[in-house]
């Protein structure tokens, strides 16, 4: 069993950064892929980024590249989504995720655990 639980959002203008925390419980956290989904309103829940279990493995969605940055500290068991020029239609709940190895990470159904979610608001 592992719990989640998000931090780190807020309301930004545009161009603003922000880093969001995912702190883990649980003694496997280190076992888990963890990812990053977010949900604007009235639209499914979208994936943004994952990283493997060791961290040396990273993924994106092509429309955050470059801007977004996903990292992991197995010793605090906590992921990170630092978040660079953000714009407008970054709005949204992010949610932290925790997935077996071997799952589809570009999926929602593929993780196991989710966290609250984390309110991110980017005024123009």
């Known amino acids: 069993q592992v719990q989640l639980v998000e931090s780190g959002g807020g309301l930004v203008q545009a161009g603003a950064s922000l880093r969001l925390s995912c702190a883990a419980s649980g003694r496997t956290f280190s076992t888990y892929t963890m990812g990053w989904f977010h949900q604007a309103p009235g639209k499914e829940r979208e994936f943004v980024a994952a990283?493997?279990?060791?961290?040396?493995?990273?993924y994106y969605v092509n429309s955050m590249k470059g801007r977004f940055t996903i990292s992991r500290d197995n010793a605090k068991n906590t992921v990170y989504l630092q978040m660079n020029s953000l714009k407008p239609e970054d709005t949204a709940v992010y949610y932290c995720a925790a997935a077996l190895p071997g799952s589809n990470l570009y999926r929602a159904t593929g993780y196991t655990y989710w966290g609250q979610g984390t309110q991110v608001t980017v005024s123009s």
């Open positions: 990283i493997d279990w060791s961290g040396s493995s990273t």
